[in-house]
């Protein structure tokens, strides 16, 4: 079958990396490899990525984008996957992207991000996001909803699609500082659909804790709206605090 790599930017990420390290060891079958790119953490990150064994690699320019463009130039598998550090992945994951990679007719894929903390499950927000892969694409793009089975995916999903693929679309545009995984699904479409598979993933609820419930879902659906009309991406930056 084909190999995986993982792809985790990074930046100030000791409180989680951890976590999603050890739980990525658990996958079967086995990713082919898992590569931390970081961008200059000041904490203990990539000692933590050392200790676990991961090939840690400092990209020369911070930036999700710029960092996982990286991470997909040094990796040697067929398909790629990009995890954010706080995310938690099923163990199955590598055998889903090679099932749902194996339809040549599917470019892209995700999954169904279920955003948790401690205490609570952000049911308001898991269903917002949901929805959000849909409405967007559907009020923004609906030719390419109905024609070529866009859907709007975003970072905390676990986006994954074929290394020939990302780099014949150019991979993340470095310039945006904002829905980069957003725009590489609208590029990405030349190849194929973009599929939201029924799994999970679970993601860290930091920001909506930091922002508060109704804030963070008035942002994220704003931000969304912005983003359909094709507004600058630094203009939506402001919206989008870098929270730790």
Known sequence: MPGVSIVIPTFNEANYLGRTLKQLHLLAPAAGEIIVVDGGSQDKTVEIANAAG??????????????????????????LCFVHADTLVPEDLVAIIQTVLG??????GGFISVMEGGQTTRWGVVLNNFLKTYYAPLLFRP????????????GDQVI??????????GGFDTSLSICEDANLCLRLLDYGRIRLVNRIV????????KLGALRANAIYFYVGIL??????????KRFYQDIR
Request: net charge positive; aromatic share 12%.
């Open 143 to 154: 030719h390419l909803f109905f024609g070529k089975g866009l859907r709007v995916l975003f």
């Open 202 to 209: 679970r993601t860290s609820d930091r920001r909506v804790e």
């Open 160 to 169: 994954f699609c074929r290394r020939d693929d990302f780099w014949s679309c």
């Open 227 to 236: 983003w359909g009309l094709g507004i600058s991406a630094d203009y939506l």
């Open 54 to 79: 991961i090939k840690s690699i400092v990209s020369p320019n911070r930036g999700r984008a710029a960092q996982m463009n990286w991470g997909a130039e040094v990796a040697t598998g067929e398909m």
């Open 103 to 108: 339809d040549r007719q599917v470019a892209c």
